[in-house]
């Protein structure tokens, strides 16, 4: 049985902490599986994914290959059998859609060429550029269903409720994210009529008419307008088409759920992929939020996981691989936890121009950060390459095969298309074990928050789709303001800081409050009535508020809303850029006071009454930041660019009485740091990551105290590291222990060594087995352990017990 509760992930009444590789079966040799699954083992994962591609089993119309009767690598069942047999769990990944390089993104050739109506006219009746089709047609459902007939029966046979290996099963992938990144959202005669009839649902036909003053018109009349919109009515189109197009996914994931459990597949999670890293940053990745949250929180049964594509995990961008798990924690189902099913775990050279060289240390990184976070399935894509073998009907595509990579595929993987080892793979190892090892033990913990909570509108990234001017300035402007230095500097200041945040939905259910003591927000001009009311209300109650970007005057529709601005009394009416001042700079002031003065991209000037100043424009005059006492609770407006000043931060994150627990004595700080700890808050994990490519030594304190008796802590050039306190592990408890628990066996644990000198605690007078490797002393009702191996030399001690 496999359930997802207490934001866990539990296999026949056991917390797992998945973490799997992706090993594409077709795209080997069957001879090659098992030393590809050999290689997984010992990479430290325990799971098995795949994509099953439709394109491959049903090449043509109604000729179905899942034995490897024609082909013997599409031996499906064989492969999951195989996984079995080496005792690895097996999420499977159908689609239809899967990507994955593959042609059409894994959608049979014959599908469109059958019924070509499925492709959908977008903006102005041009047809989509991409190779999406109309998910809720009935022609392609018929079709979908007839693929699902045939392999849900496979994976049924093999779930783990009837005694098999399959733990959960993906339906489609990164659905809506084709017609994002093209900007064209369908809009064929079935979509738009499907769509007037949601309307008529969400508004009175007064209401209606209001909105779209040419609702009476002919048909013919009303799709010219749907699909060449105008100003006069753009934003509410905006609005209104985003949040059909929410509900449509939904309908869409509800009824490949539908078609899977007729065939089946039952009693597992059904896994949602969620798009959106861009360019190597995180910034766009809450679109795919948005797009589908709804489709993964209409039912328990689904399970939702990033899709993270970063260009590592360094000083730039720390922050974003946070930030994603916070804003997906904020919409997500409060028993569930968060996954990652397509995560980067290889060197990024996806052209092989030799230009992709990501460090050893990137998805070790992302991997404990996810983990801290709550992510209790971790998928490594791609864990080995393959090749892409030809078509059995020749394409006029150029190369006849069934992916646009060429023959070989997944050369940037740890493991190549030849089965080769990369550099990637020890660190990965490395990492997996650890985590793996410890995971039951994390998943009945949470990370410890600072009291503060970064804010989520869902909204501010419904901006897949734009024509009208009106609609591109809005979506400009949110874009602009929902990241930026906001994102870039204040949040990664507040993690250089040891501020462990998490996240809140401000288009959820309040009252805040109840969720929150404080909560930051990064803000744009335009702003929810709903969510500018929420936080009114959180102020007035006794809340602490820092909107960082631009003080909000207009909800998403472009209507006048300044709820936010009249409880703070305040007008905005001056924005000066670069453009209007040359060298603009901003001088801190009041709590700040005695700071330098920077240099700035963007100042907003504001006037009111008690507004206590942050931050004055340089040489010009006014007030460019803020904070004033609104009734029992206070707000902070930033409406600048400010640097990542560590010091600056916490000084005003301290005087609005926001502390942090966790702390260091590194004055090159590069530090980042948290704490799981479980209910009763005894067993925690001290995770710590070095971000620099030099060394440090330092001193770690909790709650002011100093932690492992004051011992300085040797922190190696970009390394990781998840050190147990008070951890019990059978008839022992690790008091505290500098190096991290790498497995556990039957009277021994492996621990992985950090320092040139460990300390491992055990708390009472513990039989460790005597060896040459460590020195022994029972004191003080404890057993201390010190290694005599260095752990910048040799990396692993094994103790053993009598």
């Not at 994955?100 to 006219?121: F, H, Q, S, T």
């Not at 929410?246 to 007729?262: D, I, N, S, T």
């Not at 190892?429 to 928050?449: D, P, Q, S, T, Y």
């Not at 007030?623 to 407006?637: D, L, M, Q, R, T």
Request: glycine content about 10%; proline content about 4%.
């Amino acid at each position: 049985m496999v359930k997802l509760e207490d934001k866990a992930l539990w296999i026949n009444g056991k917390r797992e902490l998945i973490v799997s590789g992706e090993i594409h079966y077709y795209r080997l040799e069957k001879s090659e599986w098992q030393d590809r699954i050999t290689k997984l083992k010992l990479s430290g994962c325990n799971a098995v994914a795949s994509y099953i591609p439709w394109i491959c089993h049903e090449e043509e119309e109604g000729v179905f290959d899942l034995t490897g009767w024609e082909r013997e690598n599409l031996d499906v069942a064989g492969f999951i059998d195989l996984c079995a047999a080496n005792d690895l769990y097996f999420v499977a990944r159908p689609g239809p859609f899967i990507m994955a390089e593959m042609k059409n993104e894994g959608i049979p050739y014959w599908v469109e060429e059958n019924y070509p109506d499925l492709r959908c006219p977008t903006w102005e009746g041009r047809k989509t550029p991409n190779p999406t089709l109309d998910y809720l047609a009935p022609d392609f459902l018929r079709c979908v269903e007839k693929w699902y007939a045939k392999i849900m029966p496979v994976l049924a046979d093999r779930l783990i409720v009837n005694g098999g290996n399959v733990i959960a099963c993906q339906l489609d992938n990164e659905i809506g994210m084709l017609s994002w990144v093209a900007n064209s959202p369908d809009l064929s005669d079935v979509v738009l009529h499907d769509f007037e009839e949601w309307l008529g649902k969400r508004y009175s036909a007064e209401e209606l008419n209001g909105r779209y003053p040419f609702m009476g018109e002919a048909f013919e009349v009303r799709r010219e307008h749907y699909q060449r919109p105008e100003d006069e009515y753009g934003l509410k189109y905006h609005k209104d088409l985003g949040y059909y197009m929410r509900g449509r996914y939904a309908r869409y994931v509800a009824e490949l759920k539908a078609m899977a459990e007729k065939y089946g597949v039952k009693d597992i999670p059904f896994l949602i992929n969620i798009h959106g890293t861009g360019g190597g940053r995180g910034h766009t990745f809450p679109i795919g939020i948005s797009q589908l949250m709804e489709s993964y929180t209409q039912s328990p049964d689904y399970f939702a996981g990033s899709d993270i594509y970063l260009s590592g995990v360094t000083m730039e961008n720390l922050q974003d691989i946070y930030i994603i798990n916070c804003y997906m924690e904020t919409v997500n189902l409060s028993t569930h936890p968060l996954g990652s099913f397509e995560f980067q775990s290889g060197s990024a050279d996806y052209g092989e121009t030799g230009a992709g060289r990501l460090d050893v240390s990137d998805a070790d990184f992302t991997e404990r950060i996810c983990a801290l976070q709550g992510n209790a399935l971790i998928n490594h894509y791609l864990f080995c390459g393959g090749r892409n073998y030809l078509l059995k009907k020749p394409r006029p595509d150029g190369n006849h095969r069934i992916a646009i990579t060429g023959e070989r595929h997944g050369f940037a993987a740890p493991v190549n298309p030849e089965g080769k080892l990369g550099y990637m793979f020890p660190r990965m190892k490395r990492a997996n074990n650890v985590l793996v090892a410890n995971g039951e033990k994390l998943f009945g913990m949470r990370e410890e928050k600072s009291g503060l909570y970064i804010g989520f509108i869902p909204d501010y990234f419904m901006t897949e789709y734009s024509y009208t001017p009106l609609e591109r300035e809005m979506v400009q402007n949110v874009s602009r303001w929902r990241a930026g230095t906001g994102w870039d500097c204040f949040a990664k200041a507040l993690l250089l800081n040891q501020y462990s945040f998490g996240g809140i939905n401000l288009q959820g259910n309040g009252p805040l409050i109840d969720q929150a003591d404080a909560i930051f927000v990064l803000s744009a001009s335009y702003m929810p009535e709903e969510t500018q009311t929420l936080l009114k209300e959180f102020v007035e109650s006794g809340g602490k508020l820092i909107l960082y970007g631009r003080l909000p005057v207009l909800d998403m529709e472009g209507n006048s809303c300044r709820i936010l601005a009249d409880m703070l009394s305040v007008k905005s009416e001056t924005f000066i850029t670069e453009g209007d001042l040359r060298f603009m700079s901003v001088q801190p002031v009041g709590t700040l006071e005695g700071y330098a003065e920077v240099r700035t991209g963007y100042a907003e000037v504001y006037e009111g009454d008690n507004l206590t100043p942050l931050m004055e424009l340089s040489v010009k005059g006014g007030i460019c930041a803020f904070e004033k006492k609104v009734k029992a609770g206070c707000s902070v407006v930033i409406g600048t660019d400010y640097i990542c000043h560590l010091e600056a931060i916490e000084k005003l994150m301290k005087h609005l009485g926001i502390e942090h627990k966790l702390s260091h004595s590194c004055e090159y700080y590069g530090i980042m740091m948290g704490m799981s700890k479980d209910r009763e808050n005894k067993e925690k994990f001290l995770h710590i990551l070095n971000l620099d490519t030099f060394t440090k030594s330092c001193q770690m304190y909790y709650n002011g105290n100093v932690l492992f008796e004051g011992k300085e802590m040797y922190l190696g050039s970009r390394d990781g590291y998840m050190l147990p306190m008070n951890l019990r592990l059978g008839d022992y408890e690790v008091r505290f222990s500098t190096a991290e628990i790498h497995s556990c066996r039957e009277s021994e644990i492996v621990f992985r060594l950090t320092q040139p000198q460990d300390e491992i605690v055990f708390e009472g007078d513990v039989p460790v087995r005597h060896s040459e490797d460590y020195d022994i002393i029972h004191e003080d009702g404890r057993t201390k352990i010190i290694s005599k191996i260095d752990g910048r030399i040799d990396e692993f001690l094994n103790v053993g017990f009598d």
